[in-house]
């Protein structure tokens, strides 16, 4: 069920949108590689397997980017969709620099002196591009920390909505993805142990932000409301010594939210009653964070200077008190007990039916994680190697991360193998994060992104298929020619033409044929507005008519009073983006406007341009104000004059004609020389006719010798009067799919790019979702196991051109005809008869 404002599309547009949507009939739904709190999705630290994923790597081997992070911070980075986000503290003045080593009762008495900023980054995951930074909050520091630690060692937390942050001794702080400060919860600091500070984790659950507070002067877990931040509950903890992050424990029976502590191990309801607990004799320090595997819970204690380490292996279903103290093995929850093998800082980690114990001092065990019983003894990794991160897990291995920034990479099996040791050379203490294809490792002053080369290549069956879709299309007359070109990290994989760009000449159509794309304008125009957005020049919400003062009188047509009346709101240029204005290519069957869109000499007129050649886009716009629109302004979506509309804006905006503008701001850096409102003189010879059917055999609609785009006339129209060839908008698209550069041109900022490829329409009808330029459809790439889903990006013109992108996979289409009416099925097809059987495979 929609809601009663959610948009809807404008059924009387679907003759002119039916023509673009063929392409969007292969939707599924998708699920983004999300590694959105401390340890992953669940706490376990295992990540789903990618053949991308790394397995060896140094500081320049299989090095995605390095992004530099000021002050010092031991939160390891967490992602949702294309955005990585970590925090730090950075100091104005000389900060105490965090040491490495095993510390035995030593801590730091005194807090850190000077101004501190606490700091929220965001980085974009495929470019490594700084998206935003903010400063949550700035003082001095009221409290000491351990000489390991700093002043942010939690780990935030998002559910998708909210980046949620914890700087344990100040407060928690919830931020938008694109970086608003949305709401704050002030948190009076407390003396802990040893002067060690805060460290555990938030965990969010089903709108409720899960905080644990142990101090030696009032211990407590809380709920916040992840919407407001308001407090729903909190309990008092007799509990000193813990800094383990809780689990949101999602098993057979319940899901409740499990603490380790030194007293008392405990598990609470969701709304903070208290389920079970048990004195499990913990070590003097409760650092380890619980997971689940095999449907038990993992709890563990290894305080290095304790003889009793334990590590328990609970059941779901406990209520009240669960075991004796000492009397385990009696307790009909606690399926295993092992009393000395726990670390001390890292966090255990089943993989398959192996838990492995990673130990600070540099030495792993194996045990079995359904039974407790040891399957190897300490094995003692090279170079006297000492560990606070954890383990984690993928593609069969695991991977240990040591304070010298050395990861030891193991086989995952019952014997202790080690297959390679990769270096950093810098200090590591936060836990890696994992997302698809990369890996993302914090050290003191940097996040690396780490990924292998992946070379997407289809089968000769894939190609052959690709090829004779445009074959048999060309040999049935549904096209004179057609180029096909697929390109991938700048490699083109595949690239075909067939037929002819005119039937009468025979000349092949090839990637230099200029061609008129019409729709495909749209995109460049977008873009081009969206350089001016990064200047400052408007506000996606601004009202049109401050920029152009016609529509300060603009109306809407009331179908059943039959007259024109005032719209609900002003008409905004997120609306001129998204075609939600109102405007449509005529009046779609309604008399009146059909009538007052004719008078305004408001036509859509393949295959000329899609204005009057006698008509200035400024008096195209001021024209159309005086049209009623089809409905109010973000009612609907209906596809039209949108885009000549945003033209005119970039002129206001920019000072510049319109051509002068795109030539400035993206066609000349791209070097897109064949791409403009009229056929350059140099390119006539390359100058493609459009064909159409008559009597069911191909004819010549616009000759190229003779067309109005060949002829002197610039067709100065935003929505579609650029005439290009496929070689020069592969640049366009390849710029699309690298964070907005393409080699030295930098065209947008990625978190521009990324405001683009976001849905704008918000439950239109149907599964059609639209972006600021494109619209944005879900596909499944590859094959076998390596089948994916990931977004696609695209939009086609009126003369049956298209391009398709995948940035995930820096993947796109380019396919180019000359024929009307518009037809995009076999563009459609042929994309997919190729990324459905990629093979994704390590170079």
Not at 702 to 710: C, E, M, R, Y
Not at 761 to 773: I, K, S
């Amino acid at each position: 069920m929609t809601s009663n404002n959610a948009l809807r599309v404008n059924t009387s547009t679907r003759s002119i949108l039916a023509l673009f949507v063929v392409f969007f009939s292969f939707a599924t739904a998708s699920a983004a590689d999300n590694w959105p709190r401390f340890r992953g999705p669940d706490g376990r630290g295992v990540a789903a397997d990618n053949p991308a994923l790394p397995s060896k790597w140094s500081k320049n081997e299989n090095v995605a980017w390095v992004a530099d992070v000021p002050g010092w911070g031991w939160a390891s980075p967490v992602v949702w969709g294309d955005r990585v986000f970590v925090t730090t503290v950075v100091s104005d003045g000389e900060a105490r620099e965090p040491n490495k080593g095993l510390y035995l009762g030593q801590g730091v008495r005194e807090p850190s002196k000077g101004i501190h900023h606490w700091l929220v980054l965001c980085f974009d995951l495929k470019t490594g591009a700084e998206l935003w930074r903010r400063e949550a909050h700035r003082g001095q520091p009221t409290v000491p920390r351990h000489p390991k630690s700093t002043y942010a060692a939690e780990t935030p937390t998002t559910d998708g909505e909210r980046l949620y942050v914890l700087f344990g001794d100040v407060g928690l702080f919830c931020f938008s993805l694109t970086g608003e400060l949305l709401w704050e919860q002030a948190i009076e600091p407390k003396k802990t142990f040893m002067d060690y500070g805060a460290a555990a984790s938030p965990v969010v659950h089903e709108g409720q932000v899960f905080v644990v507070y142990d101090n030696l002067e009032g211990s407590w877990i809380a709920a916040f409301d992840a919407k407001t931040g308001e407090q729903n509950w909190r309990k008092q903890r007799d509990e000193t010594r813990s800094w383990a992050t809780p689990l949101v424990w999602k098993n057979e029976l319940r899901t409740e939210i499990v603490v380790p502590g030194l007293k008392r191990n405990r598990s609470y309801s969701l709304s903070g009653e208290l389920l079970w607990e048990f004195d499990g004799q913990m070590s003097s320090l409760v650092i380890p964070s619980p997971f689940s595997a095999h449907g038990m819970v993992y709890l563990a204690s290894g305080y290095a200077g304790d003889s009793h380490r334990p590590t328990f292996a609970i059941k779901p279903g406990g209520e009240g008190n669960i075991a004796k103290q000492g009397e385990f093995a009696d307790s009909p929850f606690i399926e295993w007990y092992q009393p000395k093998v726990s670390p001390y800082n890292t966090s255990q980690i089943v993989v398959d039916d192996f838990l492995y114990t990673v130990y600070d001092q540099g030495f792993i065990t194996c045990h079995d994680a359904k039974t407790g019983k040891e399957v190897f003894g300490k094995r003692r990794f090279p170079k006297g190697a000492s560990f606070t991160a954890s383990p984690w897990s993928y593609n069969g291995k695991l991977f240990c991360l040591s304070e010298d920034g050395d990861t030891y990479v193991l086989s995952v099996g019952p014997e202790y193998e080690l297959v390679e040791t990769n270096s950093l050379d810098e200090l590591c203490i936060a836990c890696p994060a994992v997302s698809g294809d990369k890996l993302l490792i914090r050290t003191a002053s940097k996040v690396y992104c780490l990924t292998e080369p992946v070379s997407a290549k289809a089968s000769d069956a894939a190609f052959h298929e690709a090829k004779s879709l445009v074959e048999r299309a060309v040999e049935s007359g549904k096209a004179a020619g057609a180029s096909h070109l697929v390109v991938r990290s700048g490699e083109v994989i595949h690239s075909h033409s067939a037929g002819v760009r005119d039937i009468e000449t025979g000349e092949p159509l090839q990637g230099d044929t200029v061609v008129r794309i019409y729709s495909m304008t749209k995109p460049i125009t977008s873009v081009a507005a969206m350089t001016l957005f990064e200047k400052g020049k408007y506000q996606l919400d601004d009202p049109v008519a401050k920029f152009i003062p016609a529509f300060s009188q603009a109306t809407v047509w009331d179908s059943t009073a039959k007259m024109a009346i005032a719209p609900k709101r002003p008409m905004t240029v997120r609306d001129v983006f998204r075609h939600t204005t109102g405007y449509a290519y005529g009046g779609n069957g309604k008399e009146e406007l059909e009538r007052r869109y004719r008078e305004a000499g408001l036509k859509y007129r393949p295959p000329a341009g899609m204005l009057p050649p006698d008509m200035s886009i400024k008096e195209a716009a001021d024209r159309l104000a005086t049209i009623p629109a089809h409905h109010h302004p973000g009612e609907r979506f209906t596809y039209g004059f949108s885009s000549d509309l945003l033209g005119r804006l970039i002129e206001v905006w920019s000072g510049k004609s319109l051509d002068q503008y795109l030539e400035e701001a993206v066609l000349a850096p791209l070097e897109m020389n064949d791409t403009a409102f009229q056929v350059r003189p140099d390119a006539k010879a390359r100058f493609g006719s459009c064909h159409t059917k008559v009597g069911g055999r191909l004819a010549i609609l616009d000759k190229s010798t003779n067309s109005d785009f060949a002829t002197g006339f610039k067709f100065l129209s935003g929505g579609g009067g650029l005439v290009s060839t496929s070689n020069d908008y592969a640049k366009f698209c390849e710029m699309l799919v690298s964070g907005g550069k393409r080699g030295e041109a930098k065209i947008l900022k990625p978190d521009t790019l990324q405001l683009m490829y976001t849905d704008q329409l918000n439950e239109v009808q149907g599964d059609f979702r639209f972006g600021l330029g494109f619209a944005i459809n879900d596909i499944e790439v590859g094959e076998g196991e390596q089948r994916r889903q990931v977004q696609e990006y695209s939009w086609g013109g009126y003369a049956s051109t298209d391009f398709r992108l995948v940035p995930e996979l820096n993947l796109f289409q380019v396919f180019i005809r000359q024929h009307i009416p518009s037809n995009h099925g076999v563009a459609a097809y042929a994309f997919r008869s190729i990324y459905t059987e990629l093979h994704l495979t390590v170079d």
